[in-house]
């Protein structure tokens, strides 16, 4: 459940007209009030009656809420709270009354109406959908005092959380503590906009390039490198440099070529503004191998391999292996930190395997990645006590398929049969582990993983069933894994 307090505001009429009105896509339906004041008495009086028109008219419910402001002392220049409450998509639609009961609840923890207090703000909540409501208050209680807010975007978040347990309702991570920076409503309308013209494609540029800075930090063998990497991807890169030694760089900056700002400028996003785990100091743990999950010897083996032309027959078994290799070793350890390295290169193996087999545009398999990546973040990076060999040996598959580049659809399924049943597999022992340290976000999330994994296979048997009619016998065998592998020695796992 995600509360959104907005900037404040000065005209409460003009809002309550939204409210009630159709929406700016006609998304407003059946608009009625669910709560409001301790005294406003019966809440079908304050309802705003039909207009001949059909408007709704809000003019009483307007002068209600702003009469404690024209008679306040000092009242604020901006006296309008607003603040809309949204429910998950898996959530059940709630009744009224639990909106109410919300609604309250956060209007009391943000202490504009703290329970008890019959002096304190008039506000109301508009539902107008089945999954958000909106409250709206005016800033001068009853007894004429403004009342000034402090806090209430965290105040609400924290009221939020304890409702999501509550009600048994989807439990959203606390804020600042997400694998990612998510996209602005801004960022969101726009890239609708230009996609709508065909001048841009659906996915918004801060995801585009965080997927292709994790890809680059995956392959790269160091921070030059990765810079190169990222230039080659036709992705454009800034680096900052320190105030003290001008030739040290202490971070760096990424853009797409075409998206500017108005004026014509480079929207730029630093690394941490695309995900925690980007920043340049983390990226530099990873290259130096501190965080156990790669090594230079892993590397080369991988450059090696992939420099053969020829993808070894056994790939497939070995890449299966791995993962059954590090799922056992993430059920035996005691040790956190030695677990969350070996979920951390997981992690990366499926995002470096969904993005050769989808491509940039993504797909459901990439869509799996993403909610493995948000299972497997730790928020500071823990290093294990001594070297986490599963981990080493899930780093050095991410680095060949990094190296072999895009996976062809008619060669490579075979491998991508094997490594994502195993990564499902791998997915349920993250839940086991997350469940254990009771992070019950994170587990929901890589159970959600484990289960869009598993439908990806049966959308690859199903994709090679309908494009190999020919060969039917080979690709119904596609789901048994002696048969895949019987394919796979024949030599149908080529390389271009």
């Given at each position: 459940m995600i509360p959104a307090v907005h900037p404040r505001g000065v005209n409460v009429g003009r809002l309550l007209r939204y409210l009630f009105g159709p929406g700016r896509r006609e998304e407003h339906v059946d608009a009625h009030l669910v709560a409001a004041w301790g005294s406003a008495g019966d809440l079908a009086a304050l309802e705003p009656p039909v207009a001949p028109d059909g408007s709704r008219d809000v003019r009483r419910l307007a002068e209600l809420l702003e009469q404690p402001v024209k008679v306040g002392w000092k009242p604020p220049s901006r006296p309008v709270w607003h603040c809309s409450i949204r429910t998950h998509p898996t959530d059940p639609v709630l009744t009224d009354a639990q909106w109410a009961h919300i609604a309250t609840e956060v209007m009391a923890a943000v202490g504009l109406a703290p329970h008890g207090d019959t002096r304190a703000v008039r506000w109301v909540a508009v539902r107008h959908a089945e999954d958000h409501i909106h409250l709206v208050a005016t800033r001068v209680r009853q007894d004429r005092r403004t009342a000034w807010t402090s806090y209430d975007k965290r105040k609400a978040q924290a009221a939020c959380r304890r409702l999501e347990e509550e009600l048994g309702l989807y439990r959203v991570a606390?804020?600042?503590?997400?694998?990612?920076?998510?996209?602005?409503?801004?960022?969101?309308?726009?890239?609708?906009?230009?996609?709508?013209?065909?001048?841009?494609?659906?996915?918004?540029?801060?995801?585009?390039?965080?997927?292709?800075?994790?890809?680059?930090?995956?392959?790269?063998?160091?921070?030059?490198?990765?810079?190169?990497?990222?230039?080659?991807?036709?992705?454009?890169?800034?680096?900052?440099?320190?105030?003290?030694?001008?030739?040290?760089?202490?971070?760096?900056?990424?853009?797409?070529?075409?998206?500017?700002?108005?004026?014509?400028?480079?929207?730029?996003?630093?690394?941490?503004?695309?995900?925690?785990?980007?920043?340049?100091?983390?990226?530099?743990?990873?290259?130096?191998?501190t965080s156990g999950q790669d090594t230079p010897r892993a590397r080369l083996t991988a450059a090696q391999i992939a420099a053969q032309g020829t993808i070894p027959v056994d790939l497939a078994e070995r890449?299966?292996?791995?993962?059954?290799?590090?799922?056992?070793?993430?059920?035996?350890?005691?040790?956190?930190?030695?677990?969350?390295?070996?979920?951390?290169?997981?992690?990366?193996?499926?995002?470096?395997?969904?993005?050769?087999?989808?491509?940039?545009?993504?797909?459901?398999?990439?869509?799996?990645?993403?909610?493995?990546?948000?299972?497997?973040?730790?928020?500071?990076?823990?290093?294990?006590?001594?070297?986490?060999?599963?981990?080493?040996?899930?780093?050095?598959?991410?680095?060949?398929?990094?190296?072999?580049?895009?996976?062809?659809?008619?060669?490579?399924?075979?491998?991508?049969?094997h490594l994502i049943r195993a990564l499902a597999g791998l997915a349920d022992a993250l839940a086991e582990l997350r469940q254990a340290q009771a992070r019950l976000n994170q587990a929901r999330v890589a159970r959600e993983a484990a289960r869009r994994l598993r439908a990806s296979v049966s959308l690859f048997i199903a994709e090679d069933s309908r494009i190999g009619r020919a060969g039917q016998n080979r690709n119904t065998r596609l789901g048994h894994p002696e048969a895949v592998g019987a394919d796979h020695r024949r030599g149908s796992h080529r390389r271009r």
């Open positions: 606390p804020a600042g503590h997400g694998s990612r920076r998510w996209p602005g409503p801004a960022e969101l309308n726009k890239t609708a906009r230009l996609a709508a013209a065909g001048r841009a494609s659906r996915t918004t540029p801060r995801d585009q390039l965080r997927r292709a800075v994790r890809a680059a930090a995956v392959a790269a063998f160091d921070e030059t490198d990765f810079f190169e990497r990222l230039g080659r991807d036709g992705v454009l890169v800034r680096l900052r440099h320190s105030t003290v030694d001008p030739s040290a760089v202490t971070g760096y900056s990424v853009g797409l070529p075409g998206h500017t700002t108005a004026a014509g400028g480079t929207v730029w996003y630093g690394g941490g503004r695309l995900a925690p785990d980007l920043t340049l100091p983390r990226l530099r743990s990873r290259w130096t191998g890449m299966a292996s791995v993962v059954r290799d590090a799922v056992t070793a993430m059920r035996s350890t005691r040790d956190f930190a030695a677990a969350a390295t070996i979920a951390g290169a997981a992690a990366d193996l499926l995002f470096t395997a969904a993005r050769a087999w989808e491509g940039r545009g993504g797909g459901p398999l990439t869509d799996a990645a993403d909610h493995f990546d948000r299972a497997a973040y730790e928020a500071r990076a823990h290093v294990p006590a001594r070297p986490v060999p599963a981990a080493g040996g899930l780093g050095a598959m991410s680095r060949l398929i990094a190296v072999m580049g895009r996976l062809s659809r008619d060669r490579d399924t075979v491998m991508m049969l």
